[in-house]
T-cell receptor, first 111, second 115 residues
Framework: RKEVEQDPGPFNVPEGATVAFNCTYS??????FFWYRQDCRKEPKLLMS???SGNEDGRFTAQLNRASQYISLLIRDSKLSDSATYLC????????????FGAGTRLFVKA | ETGVTQTPRHLVMGMTNKKSLKCEQH?????MYWYKQSAKKPLELMFV???????ENNSVPSRFSPECPNSSHLFLHLHTLQPEDSALYLC??????????????FGQGTRLTVV
């Protein structure tokens, strides 16, 4: 089983749609969680951290379910500029901190 | 403009060549990383340096040799690579590697092709 698993997509949605990505992780020692965004041929950049209580940043909402070991990202009112790959990232504390990236979910938002 | 700069952006090398990738960060960070990103695969962490000391080497073949002369610079020396080593090599930095919630800042990567 992969340590961090994501649906690779691609997700093809029209502008204005709501889209949700899920991510599951296998290590119960996972401590911190993030969503990164990677545009085509660009480097990954932090989109948002994911907190236990859930958090929102504009049109983006992140949720964490520790019991089921999954993280979600909800994008409301999709824009063309949201087209990118969304990487689920988990930080595991195993005596030292280890950062594990998912393979990413590709999103295409079309006019 | 990124605080992490990688050179070169593109590199084509033969299997018998020796080349080096360079990474420089201007963020005052103490941890630096090399990642490999192959098509449709997760980022693979290769090496971690924390305060100039190598703290992780994730079973990377010896044909990849990192060097960290100071907290701002990181190199990846390449020799006798294989075609399957062709990938995007990303450098990243973070404040340090001693605590959680560590945001990583990435360079734009070096697109390496081994022929």
């Amino acid at each position: 089983r992969k340590e961090v698993e994501q649906d690779p997509g691609p997700f093809n949605v029209p502008e204005g749609a709501t889209v949700a990505f899920n991510c599951t992780y296998s290590n119960s020692a996972s401590q911190s969680f993030f969503w990164y965004r990677q545009d085509c041929r660009k480097e990954p950049k932090l989109l948002m951290s994911v907190y236990s209580s859930g958090n929102e940043d504009g049109r983006f909402t992140a949720q964490l379910n520790r019991a089921s070991q999954y993280i979600s990202l909800l994008i409301r009112d999709s824009k063309l500029s949201d087209s990118a790959t969304y990487l689920c990232v988990v930080e595991v504390n195993t005596g030292g901190f280890k950062t594990i990236f998912g393979a990413g979910t590709r999103l295409f938002v079309k006019a | 403009e990124t605080g992490v700069t990688q050179t070169p952006r593109h590199l084509v090398m033969g299997m018998t060549n020796k080349k080096s990738l360079k990474c420089e960060q201007h963020l005052g960070h103490n941890a630096m990383y090399w990642y490999k990103q192959s098509a449709k695969k997760p980022l693979e962490l290769m090496f971690v340096y924390n305060f100039k000391e190598q703290t992780e080497n994730n079973s990377v073949p010896s044909r990849f040799s990192p060097e960290c002369p100071n907290s701002s610079h990181l190199f990846l020396h390449l020799h006798t690579l294989q075609p399957e080593d062709s990938a995007l090599y990303l450098c990243a930095s973070s404040q340090d590697r001693t605590g959680p919630n560590t945001e990583a800042f990435f360079g734009q990567g070096t697109r390496l092709t081994v022929v």
